[in-house]
């Protein structure tokens, strides 16, 4: 016999299927704002308008404010400017005596570049479906994942089910590069009991993840017309040898013994040599390259530290090369100053968030170590506010055909749905026979 909770639930999940159609226009018009750094304002208006005048949540907006961040010890050092590019926050608040616990659902909807757009078998601001994927770039980092947190809890107040405790929903910019996003909104007092946030994990529970950092390295060279070259000296090839230390330090991180979460991982701290930019004319020899890397490492690890242990190896590098020796790199961070973190699984998040993945999955959660960085470092470092990743499945991300298991999207809205029914409580349920 079914219980008053087993029909309250399939009550909701009929919701999800009734509005499934829905949920994939939303889906397909979020992942055609071409969202990247600095161009989030159009997307994040169009959710702030859907959060006020379809669901009836109370919509703030937050614009990261660097000076007021700058001393936070999660705070990024950026290059640009946050101006026009808010944040957003819809909130539902529950009436009377609160019987639950808060949630805050947060997803980001920047996206990284789809260049180069000619490897592309699909327009990447298309949102094409073919079979059971979405293919464009964000479709499953993470925009498939904001839809079915958004999704969720309109299905469960769609159903007429009043949730016990307060819901936040959040879709903050700069995750791809700082995190800033998320931070400026957490120092505004937007906080809840628990976070959780829809990456693309492949319903995956994340229990760590390494930190992260961005490091800019100048090489000087000896410009001249190309007909001496050979009394030059070529920026670009001086900045090999930068390049060559940078992956010897990346083989010493890994050589290390590795944190307790990434034992079973073979090469758990990535260094990615993401940009090189030197030269202006084939026949004139370069006087300076800027080598941009991106360096992962170990939880535990203060990103300050990483940077200084960084910044003498790569110097200790240029002293054994006659030229470099003479005309030292110039070295600089910027971007990711992103700490890791390791979380205790055996906690009540993780015992509803296992309930809500059964219901749907009919397997028990596993849980995931990650290799890169996300905004669930804020809650679980600086604020005491467990945050876990779990969020649909879908593959190319950052890579030209980004795409996302439609179906997938559509269990993990379930699971969102589940989770908020036993996480904060309810009441008001109206029930079909």
Known sequence: MKTENDLTLESVFKQIDASWEEEVDFLQKICQFPSTLGNEAPVQHFIADFLEKEMGLAVSKVIPDPEKLSSHPGYSESDWSYDERPVVIGEYRSEGKKKGKSVIFQGHIDVVSPEPVSFWKHDPWGAEIVGNKMYGRGAADMKSGVAAMIFALKAVRDAGIKLSS????????????????????????????VALIPEPLGQKGLIAQVGVIWVRVKVKGLGAHTERADKAVNSIIESYKMINALLDFEKALNSQEKHKDFTDHPHPYNINIG????????????????????????PGVKPQDLKDDLKAYLLAAAQKDEWLSENPPEISFYGFHAEGFSIDPNQELFDVLNDAHMVTEEKPLEFFSF???????FYNLYYGIPATCYGPTGGALHAPNEWVDLESVKRVTK?????????????GKVIEE
């Open 275 to 298: 940009k090189i930019h030197s030269g202006d004319w084939p026949s004139t020899v370069p006087s300076e390259c800027i080598v941009e890397a991106r360096v992962g490492f170990p």
């Open 371 to 377: 290799t890169a960085t996300t905004d669930a470092r």
């Open 415 to 427: 699971t969102y749905a589940a989770f908020l029914l036993k996480w904060c409580g309810y009441s």
């Open 166 to 193: 307060d819901v936040m929903i959040k879709t903050v910019t700069e995750e791809e590069c700082t995190g800033n996003g998320a931070l400026a909104a957490i120092e505004e007092g937007f906080k809840a009991d």
